[in-house]
């Protein structure tokens, strides 16, 4: 069974003027036509899925050697050793996490019986606190850790210093092969990491083995590509995975936008944002296990869509098109996302859902059937013979009664089980809402040019070669301003 789509509280007949109407429908079809029109046009073009980084959409139909490659990597690394450490941030991190929480069993590290043949499983390299790695460092043995590094340009510093840190770590016990202990996933041809592999591998073809990130798929569209190693190695069928994802695709491949689930939740939005100024999302799974899948999603949705310029289109005599940064057009907006959990958020950030700004919509993840249940014994007490799920079950319902009463748009995505199947099925629909909605906007879903900002104070401060002159000149010209009589 697939996920379902409960869109009832978007709509003006639940929350009165705070929701969408038939009207506001009426009138954002035609545009919305268009834009569905326009991604199709791309995503059946494969040179244009490259260019514009969209062949993500593609990544489910990969072929059957590739995945059975991948796979008898992870079984060798997993007979020799006890842990894996991946290196990796952003879209090379936050996606593996979403699969550790969603798809392993809790307290996967803590029992052998729960990872049955596969080894601990630890991240790093996704911040540059320090107290984090040293732990690692000090108790794991380097003997027996095998450690993926991810990186599509390999030139991020956390997971670059991590790397070169965890390298030492590695030789100072195991010697000159150390590389054999480590593979890197990493861009097929250009950046500093793909060069590294190059060089050590003409040295010794054991050492850093790689698997190449796709052309034309950007770091956080690209869990089933760089997060393939990581969900066999922990033991997660990916041809499941794939299913859901391609059934997802042909739900989301419907020129009805109103039976289209990706479309259809992207276009919500994108009105309740235009014209009701709700330009915070909420994501609340009910559910522990997907709370990292809120955060994947909060970062899928803030380096998508939070945007300074709109796009501008070229299209040439033959269909050409070239996708500029329209330096004329401010956008400056983008839905902030905000990721929750049920129940624990309902004593923390529900209260100002309920009755803060009237600013937010908020996206329910509900899981229909746990793996488990837990009867609450005894006699005599309002929980007596209550299961843990039926409460689960009734919160969710009633948050959703609490919301609705005070008009606060939301919406649900009903998840009959978190299975591998249904957990392709869900990221493939936030990748597809998010291109929609992308397009709607008339912006670029596909590049993150923001995060340059801080990476190039900090280079520049590092003495980085090569930094561009108007950007050296801006940060002196622009110092951070500390008067002391505000530090108190
Ligand atoms: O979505 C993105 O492209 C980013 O979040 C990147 O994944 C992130 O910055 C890490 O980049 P890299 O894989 O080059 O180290």
């Not at 259809?264 to 100024?277: P, V």
């Not at 597809?432 to 801080?454: K, R, S, W």
Request: charged share 25%; proline share 4%; hydrophobic share 40%.
């Amino acid at each position: 069974m697939s996920l379902r789509f409960d869109f009832n509280n978007m709509f003006d007949f639940s929350v009165n003027e705070h929701g969408v109407s038939q009207q506001d429908i009426n009138e954002a079809m035609p545009e919305a036509q268009k834009a569905a029109a326009h991604l199709k046009k791309i995503l059946g073009n494969p040179v244009f899925r490259i260019k514009f980084n969209l062949e993500w959409a593609k990544l489910p139909e990969q072929k059957e050697e590739d995945i059975a490659a991948i796979a008898k990597i992870a079984r060798q690394i997993s007979l020799k050793y006890e842990n894996v450490l991946f290196l990796g941030i952003g879209g090379s991190y936050l996606g593996l996490k979403a699969a550790q929480d969603a798809l392993c069993a809790p307290y996967f590290n803590e029992f052998n019986a729960l990872r049955k043949k596969s080894p601990r499983v630890y991240f790093e390299g996704n911040n540059l606190d320090p107290d984090t790695l040293s732990v690692l460092l000090k108790n794991l043995n380097p003997k027996k850790t095998f450690v993926i590094v991810i990186s599509k340009s390999g030139e991020t510093t956390e997971t670059k210093a991590a790397l070169i840190l965890v390298e030492a770590w590695l030789k100072k016990t195991v010697g000159a092969k150390y590389g054999r202990q480590i593979l890197a996933i990493t861009d097929p041809e250009s950046g500093s990491l793909r060069k590294r592999v190059l060089a050590e591998q003409a040295r010794d073809p054991l050492s850093f083995r790689s698997l190449p990130l796709l052309k034309g798929v950007g770091g956080r569209f690209s869990e089933f590509n760089m997060g393939l190693m990581h969900l066999a190695l922990v033991g997660i069928d990916i041809r499941k995975l794939f299913l859901g994802a391609k059934e997802m695709f042909a739900r989301c491949s419907n020129e009805d936008i109103l039976k289209n689930p990706a479309y259809l939740y992207a276009l919500l939005h994108f009105i309740l944002y235009q014209k009701k100024d709700k330009s915070l999302a909420v994501l609340m799974p009910f559910s522990q296990t997907l709370k990292s899948t809120a955060d994947w999603y909060v970062q899928l949705l803030a380096e998508s869509l939070g945007k300074k310029y709109h796009r501008r289109m070229e299209v040439d005599r033959n269909g050409v098109e070239n996708w500029l940064t329209n330096k004329d057009d401010l956008f400056n907006r983008g839905r902030t996302p905000i990721s929750a959990a049920g129940t624990n958020d309902l004593h923390s950030i529900q209260q100002n859902n309920v009755e803060g700004e009237n600013n937010k919509v908020v996206t329910f993840m509900r899981v229909e059937k746990f793996k488990t249940d837990l009867k609450i014994p005894g006699k005599g007490d309002l929980l007596s013979g209550k299961g843990f799920c039926q409460l689960m079950q009734l919160a969710r319902e009633a948050t959703e009664w609490a919301l609705v009463s005070q008009k606060r748009p939301n919406c649900t995505i009903i998840i009959p089980e978190v299975s591998a199947y249904n957990w392709g099925a869900l990221l493939f629909f936030f990748e597809m809402a998010t291109a929609f909605e992308g397009e709607l906007y008339n912006i670029n879903a596909f590049d993150q040019p923001g995060v340059e900002g801080y990476k190039n104070y900090m280079y520049y401060k590092l003495g980085k070669p090569g930094i561009p002159q108007a950007v050296t000149e801006e940060i002196k010209n622009k110092p951070l301003i500390k008067d002391s009589k505000y530090i108190i």
